[in-house]
C-alpha cells in the first residue's frame, strides 16, 4: 500500500467509525500515543475515541515517507479532523499522525501531534475536567 493509499483508507475508517478497518491497518499489539488518551492500544483507543465521536469529518493535507533513525518506514498523514463530540460541541484541529510501520507494511505505533488547546478543554467540558492524559516530564536533564 502507498503512503497516499494508508493514508485514505486510515482517515476513511476514521471517518466512518470503522472499527474493523481501522484495526485491520495495524499489527497486533499496535500501539496508539495520543495527547488525550495517552498510550494505549489501538485496540483500545479507537472504541474509546469512537465513543467520544458524535461526527468525524477528515480532510487530508498531506503525507510524507521516510524512515526513524534505526531504518523502520514511517508514514506522516496531515490532516484537518473536524471532531464533533457526542454533545453536538466541536473540538476541530489540524493534526499530524506519525505512523512508525512494520516490515509487512502495517501500522506498528502511532503518535499523534496537535495542539490541544481548543480540543482539550471541549473534550474535558464533555468528560469530565481532568479526564485527558497529560505527559509527566522530569525535570533532570533539562
Same mark, same amino acid.
Given at each position: 500500500?502507498?503512503?497516499?493509499?494508508?493514508?485514505?483508507? #486510515?482517515?476513511?475508517?476514521?471517518?466512518?467509525?470503522?472499527?474493523?478497518?481501522?484495526?485491520?491497518? #495495524?499489527?497486533?499489539?499496535?500501539?496508539?500515543?495520543?495527547?488525550? #488518551?495517552?498510550?494505549?492500544?489501538?485496540?483500545?483507543?479507537?472504541?474509546?475515541?469512537?465513543?467520544?465521536?458524535?461526527?468525524?469529518?477528515?480532510?487530508?493535507?498531506?503525507?510524507?515517507?521516510?524512515?526513524?533513525?534505526?531504518?523502520?518506514?514511517?508514514?506522516?498523514?496531515?490532516?484537518?479532523?473536524?471532531?464533533?463530540?457526542?454533545?453536538?460541541?466541536?473540538?476541530?484541529?489540524?493534526?499530524?499522525?506519525?505512523?512508525?510501520?512494520?516490515?509487512d507494511g502495517r501500522?506498528?505505533?502511532?503518535?499523534?501531534? #496537535?495542539?490541544?488547546?481548543?480540543?482539550?478543554?471541549?473534550?474535558?467540558?464533555?468528560?469530565?475536567?481532568?479526564?485527558?492524559?497529560?505527559?509527566?516530564?522530569?525535570?533532570?536533564?533539562?
Open positions: 500500500m502507498t503512503p497516499e493509499e494508508l493514508a485514505h483508507a #486510515y482517515l476513511d475508517g476514521l471517518e466512518r467509525g470503522d472499527l474493523d478497518a481501522v484495526l485491520g491497518l #495495524y499489527r497486533p499489539g499496535g500501539i496508539v500515543h495520543s495527547p488525550l #488518551y495517552g498510550p494505549m492500544p489501538a485496540s483500545e483507543f479507537y472504541p474509546a475515541l469512537f465513543a467520544d465521536t458524535g461526527r468525524a469529518r477528515l480532510l487530508l493535507l498531506g503525507t510524507t515517507q521516510g524512515r526513524t533513525v534505526t531504518g523502520a518506514p514511517l508514514v506522516t498523514i496531515w490532516f484537518r479532523f473536524d471532531w464533533t463530540l457526542p454533545s453536538g460541541q466541536p473540538a476541530n484541529f489540524e493534526c499530524v499522525d506519525v505512523l512508525e510501520l512494520a516490515e501500522i506498528e505505533a502511532l503518535h499523534i501531534v #496537535y495542539d490541544t488547546v481548543t480540543a482539550r478543554p471541549a473534550f474535558e467540558a464533555e468528560k469530565g475536567e481532568g479526564t485527558s492524559w497529560r505527559p509527566v516530564f522530569s525535570q533532570q536533564g533539562v
